[in-house]
């Protein structure tokens, strides 16, 4: 009964949080003394450390600063900026990096990858979803990023369930700083970014505000993109203290790309997209010019931080993110009571799918370190509102000489609200100099309330709380010379998002017996040792992910024919990761990883609606028993080679080649529903100018060197011929771009 108590009063708690907020803020910031460059660089990393796994954490992670970010993908997409990171694997739909870009690792899909910026998580509350090019060019204003495979450290909010991606934007900079990035390339792509800030003045006070701007046709039809981001932070520190605001704005502007193409048309034609399409009075093909996806999103947070004494640190962020958007379609052959006329015609309709959101998040964490313990604990309170609903635009048989007022037509309304209260602690304790034992223990309340009818008109009515308990444990051995090893163990649990859940919830509607749905859980258990030198670094990491109750489209219909997501059973992940980092001269540095991996489902049953020869459709399901079977997108290999030259003291020429094994499309684990392994092999040269005044860099980039031509994303539509007694396939592919280059030049001082 707390934890709902604790959600209900989410608001109190937030405007009592920003009274302490302002009281605690030091009134003196005029003519304050130029502090310890060291101590002000310690209370600035207090923010960033609340997330992210230290020295003696018990699990594997790889660190990137901003310029490894920012040499890894001329675009700065995050996704493709980690495409070389272990187990990552990452796929644009528009073959540009701009545009609708996504990744798993160790085959973990978005909604189960716990995404934070400054602490704060981008995973949207209902969806459970990262959409990045909600937040294009991100990786221009990070300082850097921490990838996190497995469930991770406990923080604020969201638990992990299967990878953690920690993001901090730009710490403060010493000196006064200005830069500028432009560059083009194939596909008509274009990019810019503009940056400058003041550094800590002699009062403390900071001012940082960067801009980026990208634009591309995409390659294929409809993958444009129009995106721009900017960043500002406004702050006061000093070694005792940090004041800071920061926003974060992102503004995209896409074609629709979801579609896919099928096997046959990608052999006709790779850059064909089938979306807007429809036929004139003449039977002639036309495309919508509007056929889009639009989302706008602002991220305003307010951060205070005080150093009570060099072991004692408090922290606490006050966020509030706003989001707003649409997709637009063109509809063709539809009949009008899909779209809540009164009136019964068949017609063509320009519809909106639109959503409107707000997120209230107040975080605040207490840390205490000293030689042998390193102590952290944490609450955070969050309260998410999110509308959705729908509006038709035109219709050909209406048309808009009738004078009908589409502006008030909106066919459905729902809402989504979503509360969350949680807690954690976490603590290393290094009794000895070998040894660092490691406790982290999270609880998180969680309620989400929907109501309203749905794009079908079905009536969507949910309330539901969930308790975790989410242990973590671990040990880390440090053997001396460079060589650590390290044992952990832990719980993760997720619960169903939106799109999980809704069918379900239709059914229950309409007098179905359904089974509500059940959290997934899962049990983390790595096993890591590393070896490090000045030349030399190596690791190697097993893994084993069991999970239970795990959320699956089984392709089973309700009585009243809406499929139905179930907890379909048990299934796991057990793989070994490597990692390898070689200087054998000094011009010269040899990167590579591989993951080797089992992703299984223990024992899945598949549904399949039933047709004969001719695709009419009969009464009833067949069920169908696999077994063990292979999970969806979960290739057992993947694998990165890269070679980094310095010919020169300010050249880097770098090549690396990716590599990605088969993956199947369907849980069904068929080769003819698969996407088969593929490889990327890529050029990247930087060159640097030292001026006077600053500093000229010049960066090309050639992606797909060998043009290699693949695809690396699908999904499919399976039904049950009973006349050949086989599974026909409707299947829908994403084609991948060949060679294609961009050139960048930038400017700082």
């Known amino acids: 009964m707390y934890a709902p108590c604790i959600l209900t009063n989410m608001r109190g708690f937030l405007f009592l ?49 901003g310029k490894e970010l920012k040499g890894a993908n001329p675009i700065q997409s995050i996704p493709m900026s980690l495409s070389l990171q272990p187990s990552v694997v990452s796929v644009n739909e528009g073959g540009t990096g701009l545009g609708y870009s996504k990744m798993t690792v160790r085959g973990s899909k978005g909604t189960q990858i ?14 459970q ?41 730009a710490t403060v900079a010493p000196n006064p700083y200005a830069r500028v990035d432009l560059g083009g390339g194939s596909f008509n792509t274009f990019t810019a970014t503009g940056a400058v800030g003041t550094g800590r003045l002699k009062s403390g006070l900071f001012f940082d505000f960067a801009y980026s701007r990208n634009y591309t046709d995409g390659y294929i039809r409809n993958a444009w993109a129009n995106v721009q981001s900017l960043y500002a932070n406004v702050g006061w520190i000093n070694e005792k203290n940090s004041l800071k605001l920061t926003y974060l704005m992102g503004d995209q502007h896409t074609g629709i790309t979801w579609n896919g193409i099928s096997l046959d048309q990608y052999e006709k034609d790779r850059r064909y997209n089938s979306a807007g399409e429809y036929y004139d009075q003449y039977g002639n093909v036309r495309y919508y010019d509007n056929e889009s996806d639009n989302y706008t999103q602002h991220f305003l947070m307010l951060n205070y931080t005080r150093q009570f004494t060099s072991n004692l640190a408090w922290s606490t962020s006050l966020n509030y993110t706003r989001g707003d958007g649409y997709y637009e379609n063109y509809k063709s052959g539809k009949e009008s009571s899909d779209y809540g006329f009164a009136e019964e015609f068949e017609g063509d309709f320009i519809i909106r799918k639109a959503m409107g959101n707000d997120l209230y998040l107040l975080n605040s964490d207490l840390k205490y370190s000293s030689s042998v313990l390193d102590l952290r604990g944490g609450i955070s309170l969050s309260l998410y509102d999110g509308d959705h609903f729908g509006k038709v635009l035109w219709s050909d048989i209406i048309g808009t000489e009738s004078g009908y007022d589409y502006n008030n037509h909106y066919w459905y309304a729902n809402n989504g609200l979503k509360k969350e209260a949680s807690a954690y602690v976490r603590g290393e304790y290094t009794p000895a100099d070998w040894v660092t034992t490691y406790l982290d223990l999270q609880y998180r309340g969680v309620s989400l309330k929907m109501d309203g009818p749905d794009d079908d008109g079905a009536p969507l009515n949910y309330n539901k709380v969930w308790n975790f308990f989410n242990p973590k444990a671990g040990v880390t051995f440090n053997l001396g010379k460079g060589h650590k090893a390290f044992v952990s163990g832990a719980v993760g649990h997720r619960e169903p998002g939106r799109s999980d859940i809704k069918e379900v919830i239709i059914s229950q509607n309409y007098g179905d017996e359904v089974a509500e749905l059940k959290p997934e859980m899962m049990l983390d258990v790595e096993i890591g040792y590393s070896y490090e030198n000045e030349r030399f670094a190596a690791s190697a990491n097993v893994y084993f992910m069991e999970y239970w109750d795990m959320l699956l489209e089984t392709g089973k219909l309700s009585d009243v024919g809406y499929a139905i997501k179930e907890n379909a059973g048990r299934g796991y992940r ?17 990167d590579a990883n591989t993951t080797l991996s089992l992703n299984k489902l223990k024992d899945f049953t598949g549904y399949f609606d039933r047709i004969d020869s001719d695709w009419n459709y009969l009464s009833g399901q067949q069920q169908i028993h696999f077994g063990e079977t292979t999970m969806l997108m979960s290739p057992s290999v993947v694998g990165m080679l890269q070679f980094s030259f310095k010919p020169f003291k300010r050249t880097t020429i770098s090549i690396n080649g990716k590599y990605v094994g088969k993956q199947y499309i369907d849980n069904t684990a068929s080769d003819e529903r698969a996407i088969p392994q593929y490889y990327t092999l890529n050029l990247m040269a930087t060159h640097s100018f030292k001026l006077p005044t600053g500093e000229i860099e010049v960066s090309g980039y050639i992606n797909n060197l060998t043009n290699h031509k693949y695809y690396a994303d699908g999904w499919t539509y399976n039904v049950y011929d009973v006349d050949s007694g086989k599974i026909v396939s409707d299947i829908g592919i994403f084609p991948q771009a060949p060679i294609n280059f961009m050139l960048k030049i930038g400017y700082k001082f």
Do not use: C
């Open 17 to 65: 949080a920003i009274a302490v907020l302002f009281t605690a803020v030091p009134t003196r910031v005029q003519g304050a003394p130029v502090e310890d460059s060291v101590k002000v660089e310690l209370i600035d990393s207090v923010i960033i450390s609340a997330s992210r796994a230290g020295k003696g954490t018990p699990m594997s992670y790889p660190h990137l600063s």
């Open 114 to 127: 716990n995404v934070t910026v400054n602490g704060v998580p981008l995973n949207n509350p209902e969806s």
């Open 129 to 169: 979803e990262v959409f990045w090019v909600n937040i294009p060019a991100l990786g221009n204003f990070l300082s850097s990023v921490q990838l996190q495979r497995g469930i991770g450290t406990s923080s604020n909010g969201t638990g992990a369930f299967g990878a953690s991606i920690n993001m901090n934007t």
């Open 574 to 590: 057990r793989g070994l990761e490597l990692a390898l980092g070689w200087k054998p001269l000094n011009w010269l540095t040899i």
